[in-house]
Every structure is written in structure tokens, then in C-alpha cells.
């Protein structure tokens, strides 16, 4: 019976990125589980370029110095030189990560079943084979929560007959329907002739897919005015905007999202992942930042017309400031300006809600 050193349940970016960083020049035995290891997801990871994610500069997709946010009766832009918003996809971060990694075995199955015996954890896949493993790394989706607040979303890349003459990064355009929740368009320009066109909503309630991508053909109609033009690419995800804390032990460690990686108000999880695989701090999000955030998804559940909060903290930052706020680095002077730019009764009837939670 062979007992793998460690098994990899799941093999996303997460996953992906403790091979390479942690386990790259080990000599100890490895096995990724995963039924999806080999589709043809591509999806996006973006980020504004931190110290630590510097290191990964040569696989940027695509970068921006610049970024917007458009509202009913106007536009902010933010500029960074020095931090801009980026974004990785995931078939060139597998080809990074696993390059030249000899000491790994695949399966592609999904997990029925985890138990644990004295010194190792059995594994039973979903055709009844056992796989035998001293450690596991668990990245699956934690499961959605039904009355959870949730960003879910569908994204199309386009490719367009003509050059677009887009340059700058839409992080939220709110002219588009409010009535199924807090619903904007995210919209990145890959280069001349692609675009990424994003339908998201904050809300408890999943959404048909014809929905989004309805509201997607109206938005590539109306707002970016294109006509001819193709979809050559799909994703979809639903994303936890509450706290996900699984327990931990020595030999089994939940990780990504299911590890609580991902920051909840912005379901950026990515680059707090690497930070603290690379740095070894004790937390993904500070005290401060998860309380903060707590406050916000509190807002969301209980007011109306919520758009206003982004509008307002956009306007109230520069672009190095809103940067380093939503990657968890931002100073005192900064946090104090977020606070200062919330509606004050909403945001001090979110804070006690907090607090009885």
C-alpha cells in the first residue's frame, strides 16, 4: 500500500501555488486530486501589483494604470504608476506552477470520502479507489451558503472585428438594473480587439444565466457601442461574502477560499493567498480589515441603493490609496478616509449589527 506524503484535494490557483513555492524542490512523494485537472478553464486573477506580487510580473496578462467607476451621472478615474491593477489567468499560472515538478502524481476523480486513520487519512474517490496520504491540502469550494450574501456572476471575453480603442479598466459601471440586488459590470480591455465583460450581483439569490448574459449584450450594446463582435470565452462564479473559518491541523489544511483567503467585501482572494504562503504571517486579512469588512457586508444586507458606498469611497481616495486598501496595506490616514466617506446613521446601524452578530 503506497502512502503519498501529501495529497492535494482539488488543484486550483491555491493548490497550484503550494506545489511550486513550498514543495518545488522537495523530494516528497505528491498526488493532486482533481476530476477538472485538464478542461480548458481559463479564468482570470486580478490583483494590484504589491511587493509581493512582483515576483510573478512575467505572467501578467494585462495591466492598467488606470481604472474607473461609472454611475448614473458621472465617472471617477483612478491613476497608480507605482501600483497597477493586474490580471493572471489560470492556464498560465498552472504552466508556471508545475514546470518542472517530477515528484507528483494526478488523478482525475472527485473525493467521496476522507477518513482519518492513526498517522495517515484514507481517501476514497468517486470510483471507489483509496488513495492513502500523511498530509492534505483542501482547496474545494466550501459550499454555498442559501441565505448568504453572495457576488456571483458570469464573464464573456469578446473578441471585436475592429480595434476598440479601449485602455482603461472598468472595475464598476452601475448603469445597468439595480432591481435583483447590487448589480454592476466589470470590464477589461485584454488588448485591441478583446474585451472581458463582466455581469456581477451582490445578493443572497442566484440569478438564470440568461440573465447576466442578457444584461452583458444590453451593456456591449448600449454603453460600449459595439456591434460586431464575437464570444470566444466563458467563466462563471459564485463567491462567499461571509466568513469561512474551517479548523485546521498540522496534516490538514484547508486552503484558498475554503481557507479563508478570500477578503469577503471584494472576493479577491488570489493575492492574499500568495502573501501568506510567501511571507508565513499568521493571517490572510487583518483584525482590522475583517472588521471593516463585517460592517460592509452588514451595510449590504440592510440599506437600499448601496452603489453609493463604492461611489463614495472612490471619490474620496486617490489610486495608490483605493490600491492599498482593497490589497489590506493601506495606513491609518487612508482607513480613516473610507470610514469618513460611509453614510453615518447606515454605517453606525451596520456597526452594532457587527457587534450582536
Same mark, same amino acid.
Given at each position: 500500500?503506497?502512502?503519498y506524503?501529501?495529497?492535494?484535494?482539488?488543484?486550483?490557483?491555491?493548490?497550484?501555488?503550494?506545489?511550486?513555492?513550498?514543495?518545488?524542490?522537495? $523530494?516528497?512523494?505528491?498526488?493532486?486530486?482533481?476530476?477538472?485537472?485538464?478542461?480548458?478553464?481559463?479564468?482570470?486573477?486580478?490583483?494590484?501589483?504589491?511587493? &509581493?506580487?512582483?515576483?510573478?510580473?512575467?505572467?501578467?496578462?494585462?495591466?492598467?494604470?488606470?481604472? =474607473?467607476?461609472?454611475?448614473?451621472?458621472?465617472?471617477i478615474?483612478?491613476?497608480? %504608476?507605482s501600483? *497597477?491593477?493586474?490580471?493572471?489567468?489560470?492556464?498560465e499560472?498552472?504552466?508556471?506552477?508545475?514546470?518542472?515538478? %517530477?515528484?507528483?502524481?494526478?488523478?482525475?476523480?472527485?473525493v467521496?470520502?476522507?477518513?482519518k486513520?492513526?498517522?495517515?487519512?484514507?481517501?476514497?474517490?468517486?470510483?471507489?479507489?483509496?488513495?492513502?496520504?500523511?498530509?492534505?491540502?483542501?482547496?474545494?469550494?466550501?459550499?454555498?451558503?442559501?441565505?448568504?450574501?453572495?457576488?456571483?456572476?458570469?464573464?464573456?471575453?469578446? $473578441?471585436?472585428?475592429?480595434?476598440?480603442?479601449?485602455?482603461?479598466?472598468?472595475?464598476?459601471?452601475?448603469?445597468?438594473?439595480?432591481?435583483?440586488?447590487?448589480?454592476f459590470?466589470?470590464?477589461?480591455?485584454?488588448?485591441?480587439?478583446?474585451?472581458?465583460?463582466? =455581469?456581477?450581483?451582490?445578493?443572497?439569490?442566484?440569478?438564470? %444565466?440568461? &440573465?447576466y448574459?442578457?444584461?452583458?449584450?444590453?451593456?456591449?450594446? $448600449?454603453?460600449?457601442?459595439?456591434?460586431?463582435?464575437?464570444?470566444?470565452?466563458?467563466?462563471?462564479?459564485?463567491? *462567499?461574502?461571509?466568513?469561512?473559518?474551517n479548523?485546521?491541523?498540522?496534516?490538514y489544511?484547508?486552503?484558498?477560499?475554503?481557507?479563508?483567503?478570500?477578503?469577503?467585501?471584494s472576493?479577491?482572494?488570489?493575492?492574499?493567498?500568495?502573501?501568506?504562503l510567501?511571507?508565513?504571517?499568521?493571517n490572510?486579512?487583518?483584525? &482590522?480589515?475583517?472588521?471593516?469588512?463585517?460592517?460592509?457586508?452588514?451595510f449590504?444586507?440592510?440599506?437600499?441603493?448601496?452603489?453609493h458606498?463604492?461611489i463614495?469611497?472612490? $471619490?474620496?481616495?486617490?489610486?495608490?490609496?483605493?490600491?492599498?486598501?482593497?490589497?489590506?496595506?493601506?495606513?491609518?490616514?487612508?482607513?480613516?478616509?473610507?470610514?469618513?466617506s460611509?453614510?453615518k446613521k447606515?454605517?453606525?446601524?451596520?456597526?452594532?449589527?457587527?457587534?450582536?452578530?
Amino acid at each position: 500500500m503506497k502512502i503519498y506524503d501529501i495529497a492535494f484535494i482539488g488543484l486550483g490557483a491555491s493548490s497550484l501555488a503550494t506545489i511550486k513555492l513550498k514543495y518545488s524542490n522537495s $523530494q516528497l512523494s505528491i498526488i493532486g486530486i482533481d476530476k477538472e485537472f485538464n478542461s480548458s478553464r481559463n479564468n482570470f486573477f486580478a490583483f494590484w501589483l504589491t511587493d &509581493w506580487m512582483e515576483s510573478f510580473e512575467s505572467l501578467i496578462t494585462q495591466k492598467w494604470n488606470k481604472w =474607473s467607476f461609472y454611475y448614473e451621472n458621472g465617472n471617477i478615474t483612478h491613476t497608480s %504608476n507605482s501600483r *497597477p491593477y493586474c490580471v493572471i489567468r489560470f492556464q498560465e499560472w498552472k504552466k508556471f506552477c508545475l514546470e518542472n515538478i %517530477n515528484n507528483i502524481n494526478y488523478k482525475e476523480r472527485n473525493v467521496n470520502k476522507i477518513s482519518k486513520n492513526d498517522d495517515y487519512y484514507k481517501i476514497t474517490l468517486d470510483n471507489d479507489e483509496n488513495i492513502f496520504a500523511k498530509k492534505i491540502y483542501d482547496s474545494r469550494s466550501p459550499g454555498i451558503k442559501k441565505d448568504g450574501l453572495k457576488q456571483h456572476f458570469i464573464g464573456q471575453i469578446i $473578441q471585436t472585428t475592429k480595434s476598440h480603442k479601449m485602455n482603461i479598466a472598468t472595475l464598476m459601471d452601475f448603469r445597468v438594473s439595480q432591481e435583483e440586488g447590487l448589480h454592476f459590470m466589470y470590464c477589461l480591455p485584454i488588448n485591441e480587439n478583446q474585451i472581458l465583460v463582466e =455581469s456581477t450581483i451582490f445578493s443572497k439569490n442566484l440569478l438564470p %444565466n440568461e &440573465w447576466y448574459k442578457h444584461q452583458i449584450r444590453d451593456y456591449i450594446s $448600449q454603453q460600449l457601442q459595439l456591434e460586431q463582435f464575437e464570444i470566444i470565452e466563458e467563466e462563471k462564479g459564485i463567491l *462567499p461574502m461571509y466568513e469561512i473559518k474551517n479548523k485546521n491541523t498540522d496534516n490538514y489544511i484547508n486552503i484558498g477560499t475554503r481557507g479563508g483567503a478570500t477578503k469577503i467585501s471584494s472576493g479577491y482572494a488570489f493575492s492574499f493567498f500568495l502573501r501568506k504562503l510567501t511571507s508565513n504571517i499568521d493571517n490572510y486579512h487583518s483584525y &482590522w480589515d475583517e472588521w471593516m469588512d463585517k460592517i460592509f457586508v452588514h451595510f449590504l444586507l440592510n440599506n437600499h441603493k448601496t452603489e453609493h458606498i463604492f461611489i463614495r469611497m472612490s $471619490q474620496s481616495l486617490t489610486g495608490d490609496e483605493f490600491s492599498s486598501f482593497m490589497m489590506g496595506i493601506a495606513d491609518l490616514k487612508t482607513k480613516i478616509k473610507v470610514i469618513l466617506s460611509m453614510p453615518k446613521k447606515s454605517f453606525i446601524k451596520s456597526f452594532i449589527s457587527s457587534l450582536l452578530s
